[in-house]
């Protein structure tokens, strides 16, 4: 690293002993540095790129002790113009980089041999064959001659430090700059090299001369030819410098360059004695010393041309053969010896060399190596980065396209963060992502490092600004040049041991003109996740500047300079672990709920996101949603909701159609107590659970094929018989059949259905709905029996004699009808009345305050009803009708009288009063007083009494002693199973329980099957399918203390207008479209724990966490304590480990 | 024994100390006045990848180890020492440390990490001489992970192949480190060293033992 990790006191830095003969240890790179130390160089810059950095680094390092200025300039180009700046003031230069910084050098370059240099001035540019950490490799040598640049390419470290000294000697004396050329095999082995003196520096100083500095085409037609002398003259110099060397003898050669010549020397150095062969090698490319090639091709019947990447010398080694008439047989890449990519390893040469020219030894068999799992390189565990693409793909989903950047966010490409759909070059990522959304118009992210911003992200930002490019454009600022070893950028605040102020990069992009500018922590999840969102909404080039230090070089730079000020907190997080009492635990699986779906991506990114989002998130919280607590069918409300939010509604109507029986009535008719629990409710509204399973429900109806097909159990051959055909007695049926028994479905209506289908009016659930509910459990092969009235045409003992055994659901029967004193109005029930359409008044008074009575009167409007007024006990908060029921009442014009009762009927309708409640919200009429106000008289023409249902007048007797039915007593039935005290009796919904909702009654269905099939089959058989627990009555924990950023009301449904509506029965509520349902989806704060979540592991991928004995592990080694897979891990099993070594978790058993 | 010339080929991943160690090797050889050449490839290698160094000492152009030519391999890693496996002699001597570190691709594909046990049966059918220890475990007994390099160099010092005193080799190590850890790191590298001259002198007297599994 550059400057910035200084130690006091420490020893002055090998490089800079002015001891001639010192033997060190040095990389090719150092050499270099070494060499440009002994040339008395007086300026070096650069920028830093493997294999080249570890020359401008070591020249930073010496440069205060030497007294010479060094920088990191912005990029390739503007160093390589420093340093001729340098030259032109007498001073030697030296400017290094890689293989790919000098193309974008290449305008000044291409000019620089006509102004030509004053001092000496060498350019550095690493090859990198092989590819080891560059997305090309590329033969530089061909820029050589294009360019009239002299070049020298090192054949090992030693060497490298002689050409830079000689390159410096060359560049001054033929006013030409010189490339040096190494290759990584030069640049990173180190070796012993010997020092020479280092040459005293004289003043710089800027001489005017324009003739000679200004090549406009006047004078540069003049420097034009100037330049063939210069390279005149540095022909001359290397014929002495001893940069090409001949040895050993005879017929049989190899003319060897760069790199490759060492592999030679070592191989010939074996095997000469055998068989005699001439060894020529060069480290100069250009200009080629032709005398010299000529002499040593004369003496040779057959050559070998050993050099890496392109046939370069091959090719002029010909061209001289046939301009000299020699008829030297010439091998290499173009007769096929060598290939045409990579470098070359010793092996490759011995076996060429073997089998072209017979000497050494033949080529030998290689043991195959076995497969080894692969160890690629990824984001360092802790890189504030990882979450910064983690939480961009979260936000703009799976189908956005990701142009991403060279450096370290390069290794964000692979999975699982998978950000990148090309890659090119440094600040490619936002021109590539603004050319890909102009011409497609599909979304696209751009993605720059901090260095690659300032090197060329600034006028690729500037042009799609510029255009108006629809473009989000993202700048992950970690402070530093991280991944070439931390060299310094604009943007790091650290120069030289000291603190200082870092360029802004907001400060530029506002000056670009971006209209959009956010600048965001991305190890706060929720704030980065927030500011990608708003991003996605914004139309053209919006900039989110992730702002983070790359943890790294903050311990290794910038903590110890800061820690002789701030000390360090005692009681901190030093990393995470995971609980494994919450990971991949699903929550319901306590109560054998647990889903047996598999995992998605889109359903993970749809938790993870949800988990995201929120602040608090460590509060406490229960392994159950509030939602799925309360929900009598204890559905994964989470579950779905992810799965819409993902996309995914096949897997959704999987979840909901296991659970529940009857989804497209409940998802119509449902009271919704999950609403009421939901945690959504503190931040803004609670999430519309219903409609969501709605959307999912009508999305499957309109498929071509029903994307949903259960598998019932093989039959087993035992036949039961269900009495009733009500929302209980369905669900037992549906259940029974998929558990393979044969069902016969008894009813007194000719149609199955019960309340479902006489209870509730056609414009809150249609009979074609329900149809479609029924057909499915019918296509199970439960049989169907109307007209079936048990204790009329129906007797239990001939169903248990045909049968093995009998689930009774026969509902709660008929309506309470109060007593009133005094002749009056008609008066009826208001299940009679939904049931009978002749009954219609133009007044109608509906007494009761729950969803029958609310119905009752919302049909009654529909009849012509004038005036509908409900009268009920309650509070108009605590009436026990669904809210939303009775807000549509009241559009549709139904008045409402709460805190009332009717006192008696008169002529003219009823006489109310208005009544006091002891106990608020309670249902038992008798808590409520008069108030003692004057009565009042209401005109009617019928009146409906609604206040719930009184047990079915049927009595029966089970020959245990015991009747049911005659009284509200359930004490002889198990509410758990179903169980009566007859072992083949059992029962459910009303029956079991007295009146309630439907999702209570289809639970009761479900418990009675369960409680059926384990006396008839035992546990083991029965669990395979369990049923929902019995609702828990109490308020769940709700995670108090948990907020979300992102403000988002509910989505509702269409309505039909209040004034058409009481027009006809047409359903009045709508179906969410599927925008909105996924933005309601993603509104979900999934408060329980998945058991299906591999959220970290496939998304995030942090190197810290492995798997062992299948479970999911944090090494405590590798993890730096960042925090953020705390912040989305689904279930809350990420905690912190503190410095005392003591956890902290919210839930029992850590 | 002491030879002329020893490949020593190094592997572990990115943060080890692979590529500090073979540049003190090298320092040591320079010290001794013995030719050498180290080799590192490197780049990635700080973010988790796999990472080698190569130290040729002895009459060497290059800094290559190539197919079965190292006389010593020193794994960081038993999976690396897998990986390397193919490029050790015949008469070669494998220093592993049996901690595993699990690559990231591999928890992301959930396959198993191969049985450390099998992995060191592998070398040895390859390699006469094995000696596999927990040399993290030893490293934190020092003192911390961080001299897991040390304990390393202790190994090497230990198996005797090092054609040079393995003293220029502990010097060179101690003028790398802090002053403050120098210490630390004589413990570290003793125990490396007893560990690896004791399994060598026992597989001399008859059995090929490996300490530590």
Redesign the interface.
Same mark, same amino acid.
């Given at each position: 690293m550059a400057r910035g990790a200084r130690r006091e006191n420490e020893t002055p830095h090998p490089l800079v002993r002015d001891e001639p003969g010192h033997?060190?240890?040095l990389l090719g790179n150092e050499a270099i540095a070494r060499g440009a130390i002994e040339a008395g160089v007086g300026f070096a810059c650069g920028y830093p790129g493997?294999?080249s950095s570890e020359v401008t680094d070591t020249l930073g390092r010496v440069a205060p002790a030497l007294g010479f200025p060094f920088e990191y300039s912005i990029n390739e180009k503007v160093a390589i113009e420093m340093a001729f700046a340098a030259s032109l003031s007498g001073a030697r230069s030296i400017v290094a980089m890689k293989h790919l910084g000098l193309m974008y050098a290449g305008d000044p370059l291409s000019t620089m041999p006509y102004v030509g240099t004053v001092a000496g001035m060498v350019i550095v540019s690493a090859g990198d064959p092989s590819l080891?950490?560059s997305p090309n490799e590329q033969d530089q040598r061909h820029l050589a001659e294009m360019l009239h640049i002299p070049m020298l390419d090192p054949r090992?470290p030693a060497e490298a430090l002689e050409a830079t000294r000689f390159a410096f000697e060359l560049s001054e004396r033929a006013h030409l700059p010189v490339i040096l050329r190494p290759t990584?095999?030069v640049c990173?082995?180190?070796?012993?090299v010997t020092f020479g003196p280092i040459r005293r520096r004289a003043a710089p100083r800027f001489e005017r001369s324009p003739q000679r500095l200004l090549p406009i085409p006047s004078n540069a037609r003049r420097m034009r030819v100037e330049i063939t002398e210069r390279l005149r003259i540095a022909r001359q110099m290397m014929d002495g410098s001893g940069l090409y060397l001949r040895k050993g003898g005879g017929t049989r050669g190899i003319i060897a360059m760069g790199a490759p010549a060492?592999?030679c020397?070592?191989l010939t150095?074996r095997f000469t004695d055998e068989r005699r062969v001439t060894l020529a090698s060069l480290a100069t490319v250009f200009p080629l010393p032709e005398d010299w090639l000529v002499e040593t091709l004369r003496g040779l019947e057959t050559v070998l041309v050993v050099e890496e990447l392109s046939p370069w010398l091959e090719d002029r080694l010909r061209a001289l053969c046939s301009l000299h008439g020699l008829s030297t047989q010439v091998l290499g890449k173009r007769t096929g010896h060598f290939p045409m990519a990579f470098e070359y390893?010793?092996?490759l040469v011995r076996d060429v060399l073997a089998t072209t020219l017979g000497i050494g030894d033949a080529p030998s068999p290689?043991?195959a190596?076995?497969p080894?799992?692969?160890?690629?390189?990824?984001?360092?565990?802790a890189c504030p980065h990882r979450a910064t693409f983690f939480a961009a793909r979260s936000v703009f989903g799976p189908d956005a396209l990701f142009f991403n950047d060279i450096g370290?966010y390069t290794?964000g490409v692979?999975?699982?963060l998978n950000a990148g759909e090309a890659l090119l070059a440094m600040g490619a990522g936002f021109s590539l992502a603004t050319g890909v959304a102009a011409i497609t118009g599909q979304r696209t992210v751009g993605f720059v490092g901090d260095s690659t911003f300032f090197h060329s992200g600034i006028p690729a930002l500037l042009n799609a600004i510029k255009g108006n490019a629809n473009v989000v454009a993202v700048v992950m600022d970690n402070q530093v040049t991280a991944?070439?070893g931390f060299q310094e950028s604009p943007g790091t605040a650290v120069d030289d041991g000291r603190l200082v102020p870092a360029a802004s990069i907001e400060a530029i992009v506002t000056a670009l003109g971006a209209k959009h500018i956010e600048i965001v922590d991305p190890n706060d999840l929720s704030a980065t996740m927030c500011a990608f969102g708003r991003a996605r909404d914004a139309t053209g080039v919006s900039v989110i500047v992730a702002r983070q230090v790359c943890p790294?070089f903050d311990t290794s730079v910038l903590v110890p300079i800061r820690s002789r000020k701030t000390p360090r907190p005692a009681d901190r997080i030093v990393s995470y672990r995971i609980d494994q009492q919450r990971c991949r635990h699903c929550g319901r699986e306590g109560c054998g709920q647990r889903c047996s779906q598999g995992v998605t991506l889109e359903y993970e990114r749809a938790i993870a996101r949800a988990r995201s989002l929120e602040r608090g998130h460590e509060a406490q919280r229960d392994p159950v949603a509030p939602c799925t607590q309360r929900c009598p069918l204890y559905l994964c409300i989470q579950g779905y909701a992810a799965h819409i939010a993902a996309g995914r509604y096949a897997d959704a109507l999987e979840l909901i159609t296991d659970g529940l029986p009857l989804p497209d009535s409940v998802c119509r008719v449902c009271h919704r107590p999950c609403e009421d629990v939901c945690v959504r409710a503190g931040i803004d509204e609670p999430v519309a659970i219903n409609d969501l399973k709605r959307f999912v429900m009508d999305w499957a109806a309109q498929q071509e094929t029903y994307p949903r097909q259960p598998t019932p159990e093989a039959a087993h051959g035992r036949t039961i018989a269900v009495v009733g055909a009500g929302p209980a007695g369905l669900a037992a049926a549906q259940s029974l059949a998929m558990r393979g028994y044969a069902v016969n479905l008894f009813d007194a209506a000719e149609k199955p259905g019960g309340l479902l289908r006489f209870g509730i009016p056609e414009y809150r659930l249609p009979s074609a709905v329900l149809d479609r509910d029924i057909a499915r459990i019918m296509h199970l092969g439960v049989r169907f029996r109307g007209g079936q009235r048990l204790g009329d045409n129906l007797e239990l003992a001939d169903l248990l004699s045909a049968h093995d055994a009998v689930v009774l659901a026969a509902g709660a029967g008929d309506d309470v009808l109060l007593e009133f004193d005094g002749d009056g109005p008609m008066l009826t029930s208001g299940l009679r009345f939904l049931a009978t359409d002749a009954l219609a008044a133009p007044n109608v008074i509906v007494i009761g305050g729950g969803n029958t009575a609310v119905d009752a009167a919302r049909t009654a409007r529909r009849r012509g009803a004038e005036r509908a007024v409900i009268v009920c006990l309650e509070d108009r908060d605590t009436m026990p009708a669904i809210a939303s029921e009775i807000e549509a009442a009241q559009e549709e014009g139904v008045e409402i009288l709460s805190a009332h009762r009717a006192v008696r009927l008169t002529p003219a309708g009823a006489d109310v009063e208005r009544v006091l409640c002891r106990r608020p919200g309670s249902r038992d009429p008798a808590d409520y007083t008069s108030a003692g106000d004057a009565e009042s008289g209401l005109t009617a023409q019928l009146v409906i009494v609604a206040v719930g249902q009184s047990r079915q007048p049927l009595a029966f007797g089970l020959g245990t002693g015991r009747t049911y039915g005659a009284a509200p007593d359930f004490s002889g039935i198990d509410p758990e199973t179903g169980a009566t005290e007859h072992p083949r009796v059992f029962a459910a919904g009303d029956l079991a329980s007295g009146a309630s909702y439907v999702t209570e009654a289809i639970a009761s269905g479900l418990r009675a099957a369960w409680g059926l099939d384990t006396a008839l089959r035992g546990r083991g058989a029965a669990d395979r399918r369990l049923p929902p627990p019995r609702a828990s009555r109490e308020t769940p924990c709700g995670r108090s203390g948990v907020t979300r950023p992102d403000r988002d009301g509910r989505h509702r449904p269409p309505e039909l207008e209040p004034r058409s509506r009481v027009n006809g029965f047409e359903e009045v509520t709508g179906t969410l479209s599927e925008a909105d349902a996924r933005r309601e989806a993603m509104r979900c704060m999934i408060c329980g724990h998945c058991g299906n979540c591999n959220a970290c592991?496939?998304l995030f991928?942090?190197?810290a966490?492995?798997?062992?004995d299948g479970r999911i592990e944090i090494?405590s080694?590798l993890c730096t304590a960042c925090g953020v897979c705390a912040q989305f891990c689904p279930n809350g099993a990420i905690v912190p480990v503190y410095d005392r070594g003591l956890a902290v978790t919210s839930t029992a058993g850590a | 024994m002491t030879m002329s010339r020893c490949n020593v080929l190094l592997a572990g991943?990115?943060g080890q100390g692979v590529l500090t160690l073979a540049?003190a090797i090298?320092?040591a050889?320079?010290a001794a006045g013995v030719? #050498?050449?180290? &080799? *590192?490839?490197?780049?990635? !290698?700080?973010?988790?990848?796999?990472v080698e160094a190569t130290v040729r000492v002895g009459?060497?152009?290059?800094?290559?180890v190539?197919?079965?030519e190292a006389d010593v391999l020193l794994a960081f890693e038993p999976?690396?020492a897998?990986?390397a496996?193919?490029r050790v002699s015949g008469d070669g001597i494998v220093l592993v440390n049996t901690r595993p570190? #699990?690559?990231? &691709? *591999?928890?992301?594909r959930? !396959?198993p990490?191969?049985d450390v046990a099998s992995i060191v049966e592998?070398l040895r059918l390859v390699a006469p001489h094995v000696v596999a220890v927990d040399a993290s475990a030893l490293a934190i007994h020092a003192a911390r992970?961080r001299l897991l390099g040390t304990v390393m160099a202790g190994l090497l010092a230990g198996s005797g192949r090092l054609p040079f005193d393995s003293e220029y080799l502990r010097s060179a190590i101690e003028g790398q480190a802090r002053s403050q850890t120098a210490d630390a790191h004589r413990v570290a590298w003793t125990l490396g060293l007893e560990v690896s001259s004791r399994a060598l002198a026992d597989a001399a007297a008859g059995s090929r033992i490996a300490t530590g599994m």
């Open positions: 033997v060190e240890l493997t294999p080891h950490t090992h990584t095999r990173h082995t180190a070796a012993p060492a592999i020397d070592e150095d390893e010793p092996p290689t043991r190596a076995e080894i799992a692969p160890r690629a390189p990824t984001l360092c565990a370290c290794l692979n999975p699982p991944m070439t790294v592991l496939d991928g942090c190197p966490f492995f798997v062992a090494d080694q | 991943i990115g540049r090298g320092t050889a320079v030719p #050498v050449r180290v &080799g *590192q490839i490197y780049g990635l !290698s700080q973010r988790g990848g796999s009459v060497a152009q290059t800094a290559f190539s197919a079965a999976l690396e897998a990986r496996l193919p570190i #699990v690559p990231s &691709g *591999q928890t992301l959930q !396959s990490y191969p592998r992970l």
